[in-house]
């Protein structure tokens, strides 16, 4: 009897220590199980159970990579770098948790120590290029950041709740844009299971609009014949209201179904039973997805987003025609290979002048998922996408655009930090470019302010606009009523000018600008009494001769090329031009040589096209000089002497009178 009572007890002591044994193994195989079939966020939690349970170093090392890599699936990019970095320490041996690290600093904006990570990996694995894309695409949001775009992003609050909020689509308006339908995990969801991929509800489609002062209603989830217990999103809805194309993707307990585009009628009242789209081709299997429905402006071909067999890689754009009579598509081609890429190319949306837009992780961005466009290149053909940079793109995920008409605005969706959940609604808007002109015109002599005198504007597109200055000089060309004076790629020539002063003229251009500007200005112009000399550029003459000195020290015609734009810019003035030598020699010869000299001046004009009769060669020899010979005689070296000679042996000219009359242009 003692004998049956120890065997039972050995027994029963054996299969204890059988079942905690076991139960490790038990653990990580739940935990594996659920990761395969895509229960991430349920595997995050079986995973840490099995880890605190196993004992092998090189196991434990595998369950934190595990962990780190459920959070990669979930987009937790925080806990990434946490687990990632413990895996690495626990020394797990797979080269990949380099690579991932460097992705989650990178979506974490640590851009450093994102190209440090990317670079361990390329140690490792020389022969990947993830390594070089990953360093390219961190070195390109660095210069984003420091060099945005003028796009404005806004988080649009009353739209999005702490869950999944994401894939805005229009809902027809009368031609308004105030009504839009999204995807979204909030509490009060069609369906009460909770998503083991993410942790949060099943998706459903909700509707809101926007009021006249563009305050947004409490979204409204659609009806139980479009949301069900499975995910809805990424809505379209068609020009004439009358059909619902949206994403749904079923699942079940043990598997991943894969997803499809349907559609569903409107009714009196609501919409009918939604029924499936059949777009994937031969080869596709049932797990095989397809979604993000887009339509082109005439509604005559549907794009969507699939891993279909065929593709270039992940996800790609597909296009079917589409008969909305019937309500069937037709074949689908894949977009090719100047659109997609072997990466995810997803949330497609065609403008009305036929751009495409479309998300990207496998063309160069800044992190993640990043907007991109492509303008047309044949007939449905696109090429040469563009990236939108920052702040349309984030080190996120940015994703599901949709403008409003040809406006350049609209919204997006992303999980850039910041936001009121995982994924968020943001508008964006281009600001106009706006453009003035400000200035204060001044007396050139005095430097005092010049009220009442006249600026006039003219631009290359035929516009022309003119004010007075202030009191204080000052002017200002802004606004007038709702239209502003200075546009965008235009050019201006500005012209100054009051009576018994020189015209002063300029030029500003808006053509490239990117920025708004204020261009602000300040003139001086030349007051001209009858007996006031106006010095212009020196004129140089080669020792005892009057011919226009011109070497490769000195052009003295550049010098009267400015009195020549002087008199082109004041077609009223006639002058004398004066020539003056220094005191040295007799006054019969200085005369004579200041009178040629002067005469060399006019003849030049002359051959430049200036009337003759608009100048007056005058040779005052050295009557006037500017510095006496007293002063001169004063100076303490003969360089500062002969400076002073050099001064006295100028060319000025004063205006007579503002009388020329110009000749009218002759009739060809």
């Not at 631009?459 to 239209?483: H, L, Q, V």
Request: net charge negative.
């Amino acid at each position: 009897m003692q004998f049956k009572k120890t065997l039972f007890l050995t027994t029963a002591a054996f299969m204890v220590f059988s079942a905690v044994f076991a139960q490790p193994e038990r653990l990580v195989k739940e935990a594996d199980n659920a990761f395969q079939n895509e229960a991430y966020f349920g595997a995050i939690d079986k995973y840490k159970k099995a880890y605190a349970k196993v004992s092998a170093p090189d196991e434990k090392a595998r369950l934190l990579f595990q962990i780190a890599e459920s959070y990669r699936m979930v987009l937790d990019y925080r806990q990434q770098v946490i687990w990632y970095n413990k895996a690495l320490k626990a020394q797990y041996d797979g080269p990949e948790a380099f690579l991932y690290l460097a992705e989650a600093y990178h979506r974490e904006g640590d851009f450093n120590q994102a190209i440090e990570f990317y670079e361990k990996y390329q140690a490792k694995k020389p022969d990947d290029t993830r390594a070089d894309i990953g360093i390219a695409r961190a070195e390109f949001a660095r210069d984003a950041r420091k060099n945005p775009g003028r796009y404005q992003v806004q988080n649009e609050v009353l739209l999005n709740s702490p869950e999944f909020d994401f894939g805005p689509g229009w809902y027809p308006d009368e031609g308004e844009y105030n009504t839009i339908l999204f995807g979204s995990s909030r509490q009060g969801t069609q369906g009460s299971e909770v998503d083991e991929r993410t942790g949060e509800s099943f998706q459903d489609i909700f509707m809101a609009t926007r009021d006249k002062k563009g305050k947004w209603s409490e979204p409204e989830r659609l009806t139980y014949r479009v949301n069900t217990i499975h995910s809805e999103a990424t809505p379209y809805v068609t020009r004439d209201g009358n059909l619902l194309f949206f994403t749904r993707c079923e699942h079940t307990s043990d598997e991943n179904k894969g997803c499809d585009i349907f559609m569903a009628r409107k009714t009196e009242k609501s919409w009918s039973t939604a029924q499936r789209v059949p777009l994937k081709n031969d080869r596709s299997s049932d797990n095989t997805t397809v979604g993000h429905p887009a339509f082109n402006k005439g509604e005559t071909y549907i794009i969507f987003a699939s891993d279909m067999p065929g593709g270039f890689g992940g996800r790609d754009l597909w296009m079917a025609p589409f008969d909305k009579a019937s309500r069937t598509a037709g074949p689908a081609v894949n977009l090719g290979s100047a659109i997609n890429t072997p990466g995810d190319e997803m949330f497609p949306f065609l403008r009305d002048d036929g751009v495409l837009i479309f998300a990207s992780d496998g063309h160069l961005g800044m992190g993640g998922l990043d907007l991109f466009m492509a303008e047309p290149s044949g007939e449905r053909e696109w090429s040469n996408p563009q990236n939108f940079g920052a702040p349309i793109n984030s080190v996120g995920h940015d994703f599901g655009m949709i403008w409003e008409g040809d406006s350049e605005r609209g919204f997006l969706s992303s999980d850039r930090p910041g936001g009121s959940g995982k994924d968020d609604i943001y508008s964006f808007s281009l600001p106009p470019l706006v453009f003035a002109l400000e200035g204060v015109v001044y007396d050139k002599d005095t430097q005092n302010p010049v009220p009442e005198a006249e600026v006039k504007v003219v631009g290359s597109d035929g516009s022309s606009f003119e004010a007075s200055t202030d009191g204080s000089g000052a002017f200002t060309f802004e606004k007038k009523g709702e239209e502003r004076y200075i546009l965008p790629e235009t050019n201006y020539s500005i012209e100054v000018s009051k009576p018994e002063y020189l015209v002063a003229k300029d030029q500003i251009s808006t053509v490239g600008l990117t920025e708004s500007t204020t261009f602000l200005k300040e003139y001086f112009i030349t007051f001209t009494a009858p007996d006031k000399a106006i010095e212009f550029p020196e004129v140089r003459y080669a020792y005892n001769r009057a011919e226009l000195q011109v070497n490769e020290d000195v052009n003295s015609l550049d010098s009267l090329d400015f009195l020549y734009n002087t008199l082109t810019d004041n077609p009223t003035i006639i002058i004398e031009l004066q020539a003056h030598t220094d005191t040295r020699g007799g006054d019969a010869y200085n005369l004579d040589l200041s009178q040629r000299r002067a005469q060399s001046c006019v003849d030049y004009l002359i051959s430049k096209g200036v009337p003759r009769e608009r100048m007056q060669a005058k040779g005052y020899g050295k009557r006037k000089p500017r510095i006496s010979d007293a002063q001169i005689a004063a100076m303490s070296s003969e360089e500062e002497r002969e400076a002073a000679h050099q001064k006295n042996r100028r060319t000025e000219f004063t205006v007579l009178s503002f009388d020329y009359i110009p000749e009218e242009p002759a009739d060809n």
